[in-house]
Every structure is written in structure tokens, then in C-alpha cells.
């Protein structure tokens, strides 16, 4: 991991993104739950919260090694995790067609 700073500021902004998505989707698609875009965008919130949180203190700082591996796995669940939040809402917009 190069810089916190840069993995940090890219978390927000895929987290932004996810969230535009949800907000355009209960906006402009009619028939949509509302109560299950609202618990989608409190989701996205706690992820990016947790995951700053994340990215600000690695496990074991003395050894280059399992930080390396901590960032990985960071990397991974935020990839795991964007991927559920996006399932979610193409499957709300599918189901308001």
C-alpha cells in the first residue's frame, strides 16, 4: 500500500458513487421500495465509515509482511462488499420495472 491517504480518498469515492446510485435510483425509478434504498444508503455509510476506520490502523505495524497482507484483505472485502451493495440495487431496480 502506497499511501492511507490515497486508499482513503478512493474508499469515499467509491462509496459516493455507490451512493449516487441509490439516491438517483429512489429519485427516478418509480415503484421503488423507499425503507430498502433507505437501508442500502445507511449501509453504504457504515461500510465507509468501517472501512477508513480499516484502512487508518493495520495489524501489525513492525512487520512489513502482515501489513501487506492486512491491505490486501482490505482491498478484497471492499471489492466483496461493493459488489453486494451493487447486486442489491440492480436487483431493487429490477423489481420496480
Not at 18 to 47: H, P, Y
Not at 63 to 89: F, G, M, R
Amino acid at each position: 500500500m502506497a499511501k492511507k491517504r490515497i486508499l482513503k480518498k478512493n474508499i469515499s469515492k467509491i462509496a459516493g458513487e455507490l451512493f449516487t446510485d441509490a439516491l438517483l435510483c429512489s429519485l427516478f425509478v418509480k415503484d421503488v421500495d423507499g425503507d430498502a434504498v433507505e437501508t442500502i444508503m445507511n449501509r453504504i455509510l457504515s461500510m465507509e465509515e468501517s472501512f477508513i476506520r480499516r484502512a487508518h490502523r493495520p495489524d501489525g505495524k513492525a512487520d512489513k509482511t502482515l501489513v501487506k497482507k492486512y491491505y490486501k484483505k482490505l482491498l478484497v472485502d471492499l471489492n466483496t462488499e461493493t459488489d453486494a451493495i451493487e447486486n442489491e440495487l440492480a436487483k431493487l431496480n429490477k423489481m420496480a420495472e
